[in-house]
Each structure stands twice: as structure tokens, then as C-alpha cells.
């Protein structure tokens, strides 16, 4: 079946330093793909999303690219700040389904 | 513009009883979905509605269902509550037009405790 995955489920990084999260999936079908963040006691916050015909985009702070020929997604944020601290969720969707399917998430921790 | 509302923001439900749950969407989306949120499952997809009509189901039993109003406000409802039901149950709203469409917006989630 179609699931999404990540690679590390925690990460800590020290205050101004880049991160990068990553995130594997597995259904070759899926066409969009989105990054939520969610804090403690909060509902996931849409942070960026990409479509399957391209590679890389920008938001401010963050990037996420797209490799399709390992499956391979990821969010890099620069500069982190003590606001980035939440668990980080990668979603896929099947153009032919209409819901998500999100990885387990990873919970960034950004040190002082 | 506001965002998706979600009401009660907290409730704790007995065992066998039913919960209820509501959902506003942003205004002027027609896509109303649900989500269940777990430690131990993470977030998984409950149902999808669009103009009043269900459009695709998660693997949940039939305890689990929803609907949608003609104004797009959606409820869901969980009946014989079980204590594996206790989660956060997150709704979640779309335009469903144009490249916009996709975007899937959250809102704060209901904290459903069964006892």
C-alpha cells in the first residue's frame, strides 16, 4: 500500500543553523506533495507544498525539493529559530484519491 | 479570512456513548475532509466531502461517519465509542478550484477522550 516515511523521527539543531528533513515515500503515483508543522496543542500549519513536475521550490526560510527517481522529499529551513520547534509532517496525495497520506512526522528541536 | 473552526475544542465521552463533532470551513471552500491524529497511528484520513456528497473513505469502521451541509459546515459523528477512539480529530478545508485547489488547510482539532 501507498505509505510515506521518514527518516529520522527526531532532530536537534542548534539556533541559526539549517535543518533538513527528510521524507521517503513509496506510491510513484502521487503528484503533490505538502509539509505541515504542528505544535504542541495545534493542528498542522501548511508551510509549503510542490507538485510532481518540479523539483524545488522556495518559501521564506524554507525549501523543499523533489526527487522523484528515489522518492525522496525534503524540507530544508535556514536560519532556525526557537519558533521552529514542532514535529514536521511530510503529506503525499494520488491524484486519483482525494486525501492525504502523511508520514509519522519528526520532531525538531531547535538548542540555544 | 478566517480559518477552519472546529467545536468543541475538548471533550471527554464514556465508553458506548456517541460524540458529535463540527467543522466551519474557510470561507468559500467546498471540501470539507477529517482526520484522526494518534501517537501510535499518526494522522490518518477519515472521509472527504464536496457539495454535500462523501467522495472517499478511510479504512475506519462504519462507527466513524460524517456529512456536509449545504453551507459547507461539516460534522462527524462517532457512535459505541471505544477507549482506541480517544485522539484529536482534525478537520480540514479546500477550495477545489484551479491550482489552488490542492492546498489543504487544518484547523485547531477536537480532543476527544473516551473513559
Known amino acids: 500500500g501507498e505509505s510515506v516515511g521518514l527518516h529520522l523521527p527526531t532532530l536537534s539543531v542548534q539556533e541559526g543553523d539549517n535543518s533538513i528533513i527528510n521524507c521517503a515515500y513509496s506510491n510513484s503515483a502521487s503528484d503533490y506533495f505538502i509539509w505541515y508543522k504542528q505544535e504542541s496543542g495545534k493542528g498542522p500549519q501548511f508551510i509549503i507544498d510542490?507538485?510532481?513536475?518540479?523539483d524545488k521550490r522556495q518559501g521564506q526560510r524554507v525549501t523543499v525539493l523533489l526527487n522523484k527517481t528515489v522518492k525522496h522529499l525534503s524540507l530544508q529551513i535556514a536560519a532556525t529559530q526557537p519558533g521552529d520547534s514542532a514535529v514536521y509532517f511530510c503529506a503525499e496525495r494520488n491524484q486519483g484519491a482525494q486525501k492525504l497520506v502523511f508520514g509519522q512526522g519528526t520532531r525538531l528541536t531547535i538548542n540555544p | 479570512k478566517a480559518g477552519v473552526t472546529q467545536t468543541p475544542r475538548y471533550l471527554i465521552k464514556t465508553r458506548g456513548q456517541q460524540v458529535t463533532l463540527s467543522c466551519s470551513p474557510i470561507?468559500?471552500?467546498?471540501?470539507v475532509s477529517w482526520y484522526q491524529q494518534t501517537p501510535g497511528q499518526g494522522l490518518q484520513f477519515l472521509f472527504e466531502?464536496?457539495?454535500?456528497?462523501?467522495?472517499n473513505k478511510g479504512n475506519f469502521p462504519g462507527r466513524f461517519s460524517g456529512r456536509q451541509f449545504s453551507n459547507s459546515r461539516s460534522e462527524m459523528n462517532v457512535s459505541t465509542l471505544e477507549l482506541g477512539d480517544s485522539a484529536l480529530y482534525l478537520c480540514?478545508?479546500?477550495?477545489?478550484?484551479?491550482?489552488?485547489?490542492?492546498?489543504?488547510?487544518f484547523g485547531e482539532g477536537s480532543w476527544l477522550t473516551v473513559v
Open positions: 480540514a478545508s479546500r477550495p477545489s478550484d484551479g491550482a489552488s485547489g490542492n492546498t489543504i488547510y
Open positions: 466531502y464536496f457539495s454535500e456528497t462523501q467522495r
Open positions: 510542490i507538485r510532481s513536475n518540479m
Open positions: 470561507s468559500g471552500h467546498r471540501s
